[in-house]
């Protein structure tokens, strides 16, 4: 099984960035997947999650009403919207593979994929 995270990059505040969880060896859509973020000095933080189904999903209060997760089954990826950008978004960016449920605690999460680098600067 191999997780990647893509579409991370810098960016103004206020801009948006698309972020998109593909994997190998692995069907997601059989699986809820999450999205988490490291800050540097920090500890790994949950940002969102959504559900095998795909109409349940749920967000960190610090990133509701700016980031939206959705899924693409037919291409195998999930996807991780962000608008409104703060340089408080700054993070390596991270997705992962929950085998039985949805959550927002990374030691739920079975299987992750290396990062992906959002900074949020002027």
């Known amino acids: 099984v191999q997780l990647q995270a893509s579409g991370g990059g810098l960016v103004q505040p206020g801009g948006s960035l698309r972020l998109s969880c593909a994997a190998s060896?692995?069907?997601?859509?059989?699986?809820?997947i999450g999205w988490f973020r490291q800050a540097p000095g920090k500890e790994r933080e949950f940002v969102s999650a959504?559900?095998?189904?795909?109409?349940?999903?749920y967000y960190a209060d610090s990133v509701k009403g700016r980031f939206t997760v959705s899924r693409d089954n037919a291409q195998n990826t999930v996807y991780l919207q962000m608008n409104s950008l703060k340089p408080e978004d700054t993070a390596i960016y991270y997705c992962?593979?929950?085998?039985?449920?949805?959550?927002?605690?990374?030691?739920?999460?079975?299987?992750w994929g290396p990062g992906t680098q959002v900074t949020v600067s002027s």
């Open positions: 992962a593979v929950a085998i039985y449920s949805m959550s927002n605690q990374p030691g739920t999460y079975d299987y």
């Open positions: 959504i559900g095998k189904s795909g109409v349940s999903w």
């Open positions: 060896g692995l069907t997601l859509e059989n699986y809820a």
